[in-house]
């Protein structure tokens, strides 16, 4: 309800005490100075923006807004009340990361995934844009999904499966690729990656083609290790977090031999470099759009949504162990001086 001065612009009716009006218009709409205050101080920006406000939207007590994806501010409030797996997405740009996430959810929407069953989204309606715009005229030679832009911040899908009676929640982080490049070659950048704090697990994208095209492999191959090392060697991912490389585009040299070769080639060297530091690494094929060969089909879906939606362990609460940490003895030539 407005305040009582808006609601009607003759100062003589007290339409908002009496309930009628002033000059016995019925109903109240009718009469002319009924409501015109209202209009003319309204701010169009405030319409917009209320529409816009996630408190509108309550899911078991979290505000959450169900046709967009989800800010990273709300990532928190989700987690605190929901137990969900946080996957994030990291791949320079072109990729593969948000045909990837369509085509999660264009295969949810012809039935379930391996063992898991779609029960809902909060984000169905970017799901089904994004789904979209991949199968849009999927013939055509320019990229078919819009380049997420870096202007944009990250944001988060949301999947709810159902296994048996088993309910999971999983988010998973969508950004630009230039964001994560830049990250790579200036470390101060590296900090704005604040998704990776929140990782249960990160999925580095390695783009088969581009690994195995005579033109480009040899810098890809340096950079995509690059891109894992000084996110590694900079702390920005947590410890806890498992590590997984998915090699996608599998269509695109899926019947050719020696570039299948070339990527197992690729493949055992990043195990050598990245399996020996102590955490989870894995390394799994994907095909997320089988357009250069529909032969190869969505291969690795099915599994990745198991390893995705895998129960994640309970959150480890004790303070992190301090490493080298002074004895008192120690200190003691310190104090006396
Ligand atoms: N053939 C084939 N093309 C793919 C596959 N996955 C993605 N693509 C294509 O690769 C291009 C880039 O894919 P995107 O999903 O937009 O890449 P991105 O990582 O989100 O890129 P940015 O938003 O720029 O960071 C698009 O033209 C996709 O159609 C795949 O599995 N096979
Ligand atoms: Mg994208």
Known sequence: MADAPTICSNPECQVDQLGHCHLGHDPIDSCPNYGQ????????????????????????????RPNTRIQESAVTKFRNKNRANTIVLVGEQKAGKTTL????????????LGGFEFAGSQTLYAFAERNHLALFEPERDVPSTPRTSLGEDVSFFHLKMKSGEEMC?????????EAFE????????????????LADRVCFLLDAARLTKVETRPGYRRIFKQTIRSLLDNDA??????????????????????????????????????????????????????????GVGFLGMEELIARWASTVGSADILPAKVGN?????????????
């Open 325 to 337: 940490a002074l004895r008192q003895i120690d200190r003691v030539a310190k104090n006396w001086s």
């Open 237 to 294: 991912v947590p410890k806890s977090a498992v590590l997984e490389v998915l090699v996608t585009k599998l269509d695109r040299v899926f019947d050719n031999a020696a570039l299948i070769q070339e990527v197992s080639e690729y493949e055992s060297e990043l195990f050598e470099e990245f399996g020996i530091l102590g955490q989870e690494f894995v390394i799994h094929r994907i095909c997320a759009l089988p357009r250069a060969n529909v």
């Open 182 to 197: 830049a990250a790579r070659v200036n470390t101060a950048f590296i900090d704005r990656l604040t998704e990776l704090l």
């Open 169 to 177: 929640d999983i988010l998973i982080s969508d950004r630009s690729g």
């Open 37 to 64: 205050d209202e209009v003319e101080e309204l701010d169009p920006g405030d319409v917009e923006e209320e529409r816009a406000s996630p408190a509108e939207e309550t899911v078991d007590g979290v505000e959450l």
């Open 101 to 112: 996430l369509a085509a999660l959810y264009g295969l949810f929407c012809k039935g379930p």
